[in-house]
């Protein structure tokens, strides 16, 4: 799939997909349950791709 944004767009995204990451590690800190940190984890990984995606677009 293709999305097409505009810098500021970009950017936007960027910042929100970076504040999830953040949530994330203090909700993986704070889970007890082995599956849903497992899921937490997984989740993160697709975060760093998809914002590693968004800052080296040019």
Excluded: G, K
């Excluded at 960027?14 to 990451?21: Q, Y």
């Excluded at 082995?34 to 697709?46: N, Q």
């Amino acid at each position: 799939m293709l999305l097409e944004l505009s810098e500021n767009q970009r950017e936007e995204l960027a910042r929100l997909v970076s504040a999830a990451l953040s949530d994330l590690s203090s909700e993986i800190a704070a889970t007890e349950n082995p599956a849903y940190v497992d899921l937490l984890r997984d989740r993160r990984v697709h975060l760093v791709s998809i914002l590693a995606q968004l800052v080296a677009t040019p």
